[in-house]
């Protein structure tokens, strides 16, 4: 059984059995609605050095106008705890942050008004895709924009400017193939949610001497997991069942 993997550059990475190399497809352009988008790169410069692991597993988080780390719960040590402190993961590399591969879930900041700070955003959407540098706490800030149709895959900068179109377009309704990065086996029928929270056998790998979240070369993206029915983050239903790592089919749409 292949294990997941949130740093697989989504369905179609070739380190995946149903690659581009090995015959992937989508599952169908039938009823699809698509929008323009492109990555937000205000948000990269907002991002925090390091995740920690209490971060990572939702327990704790950093508050600037105190310059430490809180813990969540009340009644405890204001200060999180040494092992919580600890970074477990790297903030990455622009070029690797933006980059935008097909099948990946993509994500935008929730805002009180519709007004973006991008000229672009007149015409295409901004938004995030990967999950670098985030825990579970993050995602209240954050709403479902679509899948990624089209890649968009960035180089390093060489201090001249951008040589690559920055822009793609995303699956905002219709059906989708996605790659199982959660740690349970997906159903057919099974309610889908985006999360950036970390797998639980990847937290569980770094140990009480702590260490580093897993990764394959690349930065975590935005992963999936089953949801319940309270969950806030669903973004449709599956298709098809599929194990830990495996692709599945999916029906997605923007409320």
């Known amino acids: 059984m292949m294990m997941p993997q949130a740093n697989y550059q989504g369905p179609t990475d070739s380190g995946l059995r149903s690659s581009n190399i090995s015959g992937y497809s989508q599952v169908s352009r039938i009823g699809e609605q698509i929008v323009n988008a492109f990555v937000d790169a205000q948000e990269y410069g907002v991002l925090n050095d ?3 692991l209490g971060e ?3 327990e704790t988080y950093y508050d600037p106008s105190k310059s430490k780390y809180m813990k969540v719960a009340p009644g405890g040590a204001a ?3 040494a092992l919580q402190k600890a970074s477990v993961e790297a903030k990455p590399y622009f070029h690797e942050w933006a980059t935008a591969y097909v099948g990946m879930i993509s994500v935008s900041r929730r805002m009180r008004s519709n007004f973006k700070n991008h000229m672009a955003a007149e015409s295409a959407s901004p938004v995030v ?8 706490l993050d995602e209240a800030d954050y709403m479902f924009q679509g899948v990624v149709r089209s890649n968009s895959v960035r180089t390093m900068d060489d201090g001249v400017g951008p040589t ?3 822009y793609f377009t995303l699956t905002t309704s219709g059906m989708v193939t996605l790659h199982n990065t959660s740690d349970k086996v997906i159903h057919n029928g099974d309610s889908i949610a985006w999360t950036f929270e970390p797998s639980a056998k990847a937290i569980a790998s770094i140990g009480p001497a702590g260490g580093r ?3 394959k070369g690349a930065p975590r993206r935005i992963g999936i997991r089953v949801a319940d029915f309270h969950d806030e983050n669903v973004i449709g239903r599956a298709l098809s069942a599929a194990k830990p790592g495996g692709i599945f089919d999916a029906t997605i749409s923007i409320v």
């Not at 895709?129 to 579970?136: F, H, L, N, T, Y």
């Open 50 to 52: 390091s995740l920690t």
């Open 56 to 58: 990572a597993k939702g």
């Open 79 to 81: 200060e999180a705890e």
């Open 129 to 136: 895709v990967c999950a670098g540098v985030k825990g579970p």
């Open 164 to 166: 690559v179109d920055e």
């Open 213 to 215: 979240l897993p990764s």
